[in-house]
Each structure stands twice: as C-alpha cells, then as structure tokens.
C-alpha cells in the first residue's frame, strides 16, 4: 500500500499479522483512592453515590441520570477509547459525553452512544468517540437509561487509553510486514489466506480493518482503490477521521458479491469531511452481517 501526491492505494498483499497495539493508558479511575472522590460529587439524578470497597455505586432519581468525571486534561486524538466496566440492571440507550477544556458545558455534538446491557452482571464497554478536533478534553459524563429510577447501578473502572500507534507521515509504504500494523477491530476477524486477507465482519455490530494512526494531507490524496473478491452484500464503507473536525466520517461505495477480484475506486475529494490532516482510515470490505471478502 503506498500514499502518494495523488491517490491513495491500498495494496493489501502477502505479508500482514493482524496484532493488536499495546495501549496507553491517559487517565484511570480505580475507586479505590481520593481522587476518584469527585465522582460522587457531580452525579445527576442520583441518590446515595459513594465509593464502597473500590467500586462506585448508586441509584438513579430522575429523569435524566449521569455521572460526571473529576476535571482533567489530556491531549485529544482519534486513536482514543473511553473504557468502563460497570454492572446496570436495566438495559438501553446510554451516551458518553465530553467537555473540552474550555468549554462551559455539554453539548449533543461532543457526545457518542453506545447500550447498557440490562442484566445485572459486570460488563466491559468500550467507546471510541474520535474527538481530535476538540484539541483537549477536560471532563467525561456518563448517562444511564433516560426516564429510569430507583435503578442501582455499580462503576469497577473508568479509563481513557490512546491506541495510536506511531503516526505514518509523508509517503509511507504499506506492503509486507509494514501491513502488521493495520487491524481487526469492532468484533470483526481476519487472517492470511489464499495471498490475501481473510476478512469476516461479526454477526452483531460493525466491524472494520483499521489503520495505524496517520497524518497526511488531505488535499494530496484523495481516492481509495482496494481490490477484492466479496462473497455477500451490496456496498462496503470507507471511514476516516481527520485532525481539525471531531468525528468519523463515512462513504459507502458499491461492490460485486460475486466471489471474484474488482478494484473498487472510491473519490474522497469530493467530500466536505476530507479535509486538513487525514489521522485515521478504517475499512469495512462488506455490509452484511456474518459476510465475508478477500483482500489482496
């Protein structure tokens, strides 16, 4: 794969090792000493918040119940992930939001949805809400299940880790073991086979390949070609994320589910969002559930 002054290319060839990059972790909230205090302070809609054998519990009140972070400030980038591990009864819609330092308070804008899993046991959630255009963020709040009282619920952890790996600038060349750096990410599985990646996307959610952190001019590269077989569906997706504007940001491109190899040529000038420094690229090869594609 190389990014030249012209196009972009993605060449996926022979030599790739799907692996995962060890995280950094940013900010860590144990509940099990002082400065996790201040979560108990700031709760909305929420009653009898306290910190009891390193896990932050309580009941929501009212219609609109949250948990806010204690204030901090980190350097915003779009390889970040809000990870929490919490126990919550009731299932439904919940939000991560964030407050930018500066900012006077919460907007819809700088938020990201993920669903609370309703069944009283301890989960791991993941949200990646590529907020790099924000510069620094300084606050987190989680929102429980809108319009739900009198429901306890239980915190282990909060963190914020960056899973960037070294940023590829310049005209960087992706073909052999350079490819180890690109993933399998959001539940999806890929391996070598056939000279070529083997890719599946998962039964529940959307899976993607996912590049190493990246920073090249957007106005120096502007057309995504990947050749592939694709056994099922109608349309894969290109995602990106560039430097001045928080977000990914999406364009589906038509593909033939006849098992046979086409190079797909997909124009990103055109789009408004392919714009200033491009940080991040994802892939995902297939729309439909369970399906499957060979990259090369």
């Known amino acids: 794969m190389k990014i030249r002054t012209s196009a972009v290319l993605f060449v996926f060839g022979y030599a790739l090792q799907l692996c995962a990059v060890e995280p950094q972790i940013l900010m860590n909230w144990a509940f099990n000493d002082d400065g996790s205090k201040p979560w108990t302070q700031h709760a909305n809609h929420c009653k009898n918040v306290r910190l009891e054998k390193g896990v932050l519990k309580g009941v929501t009140s009212g219609a609109d119940p949250f948990l806010v972070s204690p204030a901090f400030s980190i350097t915003a980038g779009a390889g970040q992930v809000v990870e929490f591990r919490a126990k919550n009864p009731v299932g439904g819609h919940g939000e991560l939001f964030w407050i930018p330092v500066g900012a006077k308070g919460p ?42 009282s009198d429901v306890a619920f239980e915190v282990a952890s909060v963190r914020i880790v960056d899973e960037s790996s070294a940023a590829h600038a310049g005209e960087p060349v992706w073909s052999g073991t350079a490819l180890a750096a690109w993933s399998a990410v959001e539940g ?34 502007f057309v995504l070609s990947v050749e592939m077989a694709v056994e099922s569906g109608a349309a894969g997706t290109v995602a990106w994320a560039c430097s001045g504007v928080s977000g990914l940001h999406k364009k589906a491109f038509r593909v033939k589910a006849d098992g046979r190899f086409h190079t797909y040529n997909v124009d990103l000038g055109s789009e408004k969002s392919w714009t200033g420094k491009i940080v991040l690229l994802r892939l995902s090869p297939v729309s439909e559930k369970g399906g499957r594609a060979l990259i090369r």
Do not use: C, M
């Not at 819809?108 to 963020?137: L, M, N, T």
């Not at 039964?203 to 190493?212: A, C, N, Q, T």
């Open 188 to 221: 999806s599985h890929a391996r070598i086979e056939k000279g070529g990646i083997a890719y599946r996307s998962p039964e529940k959610g959307e899976g993607v390949l996912e590049s190493p952190a990246l920073s090249f001019d957007s106005d120096a590269a």
């Open 107 to 148: 907007q819809q804008k700088w938020s990201a949805s993920f669903d609370w899993i309703g069944d009283g046991e301890w989960h791991d959630y993941r949200v990646r809400p590529f907020w790099q255009g924000e510069k620094r963020i300084g606050t987190l709040r989680i929102d429980f299940v809108n319009g739900r």
